[in-house]
């Protein structure tokens, strides 16, 4: 009788351990590096509604930290995450040059890749009181004097600052002579070109979708190999102009985690990914779906972090 106590409190409390590690097991904490409204906060919030909706996760917070390209999200995440298995945050090709134009102390290599999720082509819009009609009367007062057009975009380093300096190459400008000023997120890009701060401005398509189905804005050209679904603009190729970008999004988690709680991370972002509610946020946010895990997505992001330097150094941004 006394054995059976004892066997039946074991297993009372083997059930009580596992249902505190499914719980913790059950919730996440996604970090949107960047203010509301940008590409890296509707990431975060489409991940969030997939991992409710698929039962990954019923208790999923998205937390904004923005500024500095993602870098003080970053450092923050890193420095008070660390060993937390419900912690992640979103990122892409912006915070990767981010860390390399600032110089930044806190680098990918402190948190855990997970997977790239998504990626987008970048959007060149003007306000829709703009004299330029066509991507083609932009690129002509663009390459007369590129330096007399503020061009808004997100922060020093990333693709929209990048496109800037392609676009400018492409046109036989000097791509150090661009007046191009950044921004937080998205949000803060379309403010800037509504109040007439900016000639144009360049992010993720569909930070500009609302705006520009409402007429405030008007949509010149994407950055694409090919016109996104749902977008009546013509790529660059299309326009003769030979410039090509995409935008991509990635997850990360915490530094510190054993391998079976990043396994199990792992899982449940693939599981995400797969699930109806995010390909339905692909498709409603004109998002290419590049979903990329494992040593394949480090690989990539060693890679891209060595042409975005490249990149980088070749424009004047970074120094040797």
């Known amino acids: 009788m006394k054995g059976s106590l004892l066997g039946a409190a074991a297993m009372i409390a083997l059930a009580l351990l596992c249902g505190r590690a499914g719980a913790q097991a059950a919730r996440y904490e996604i970090t949107a590096p960047a203010a509301a409204g940008g590409g890296w906060d509707r990431t975060a919030r489409a991940m969030q509604a997939a991992m409710r909706d698929a039962k990954i996760a019923s208790d999923v917070a998205v937390v904004n930290i923005p500024g500095a390209g993602g870098t003080i999200g970053l450092a923050q995440f890193a ?3 660390e060993g937390d298995p419900s912690a992640l945050i979103v990122g892409g090709d912006a915070m990767v040059g981010a860390i390399l134009a600032d110089r930044s102390t806190v680098t990918l290599d402190q948190v ?8 987008e082509p970048e959007a060149i819009v003007v306000a829709a009181a703009s004299p330029f009609r066509t991507i083609g009367d932009f690129l002509k007062a663009f390459k007369d004097n590129p330096g007399a057009l ?19 190459e492409a046109v036989g400008a000097d791509p150090r002579a661009v007046d191009y000023v950044a921004f937080s997120g998205g949000g803060e890009v379309l403010a800037a070109i509504l109040a007439g701060e900016a000639a ?3 992010s993720g398509a569909g930070d500009f979708a609302k705006e520009v189905a409402a007429g405030r804005l008007r949509l010149l050209a994407v950055t694409g190999e090919r016109r996104a679904g749902g977008i009546d603009a013509p790529t660059l190729k299309e326009a003769g102009v030979d410039v090509t970008m995409r935008n991509w999004r990635m997850v990360a988690a915490a530094p510190g985690l054993d391998e079976a709680q990043v396994a199990r991370i792992a899982a449940d972002v693939k599981a995400m990914a797969a699930s109806a509610s995010w390909k339905e946020a692909l498709r409603r946010n004109g998002w290419d779906d590049a979903y990329l895990d494992g040593d394949a997505f480090r690989a990539e992001l060693t890679r891209t972090m060595a042409e975005t330097q490249r990149v980088l150094i070749g424009i004047g941004t970074l120094q040797p």
């Open 79 to 81: 420095a008070e995450k």
């Open 112 to 119: 855990t890749p997970i997977a790239r999720l998504a990626g």
């Open 150 to 168: 503020a061009v808004a975009g997100g922060s020093t380093g990333g693709a929209d600052q990048i496109t800037a300096a392609l676009l400018a």
């Open 200 to 202: 144009a401005g360049i």
